[in-house]
Nanobody, 127 residues
């Protein structure tokens, strides 16, 4: 099993529009069994959606069109941690953000490709 714990940094995930926030996801357990990592989010009243994903090496990254150019995913394998740097935040970025880990080597954007999930962390962007 792999355990994933998200954190939203100081402020508890509350930020004004135009601001920045960095999410962290720390993995523990059988971390050698996972490769690609991803971030998904679920806005209020909507289904969960893909945000970004990164390969084990960190070389390959994918982004949803809605966050491209504003969000950056990265990872530190020595610390078993994945990050999501979010800049130029908009009210529509308000959601519960989930970290996910996949046993697949290739980077994927669908939920079914991920085998482990964190509990989620709330991000609220005020206008």
């Amino acid at each position: 099993q792999v355990q994933l714990v998200e954190s939203g940094g100081p402020g508890g995930g509350l930020v004004q529009a135009g601001g920045s926030l960095r999410l962290s996801c720390a993995a523990s357990g059988r971390t050698f069994s996972v490769s690609a990592m991803g971030w998904f989010r679920q806005p209020p009243g909507k289904e969960r959606e893909f945000v970004s994903a990164i390969s084990w090496s960190g070389i390959i990254t994918y982004y949803a069109d809605s966050v491209k150019g504003r969000f950056t995913i990265s990872r530190d394998n020595a610390k078993n941690t994945v990050y999501l740097q979010m800049n130029s935040l908009k009210p529509e970025d308000t959601a519960v953000y989930y970290c996910a880990a996949s046993q697949y080597v290739d980077v994927r954007t669908t939920e079914r490709a991920y085998h482990y999930w964190g509990q989620g962390t709330q991000v609220t962007v005020s206008s």
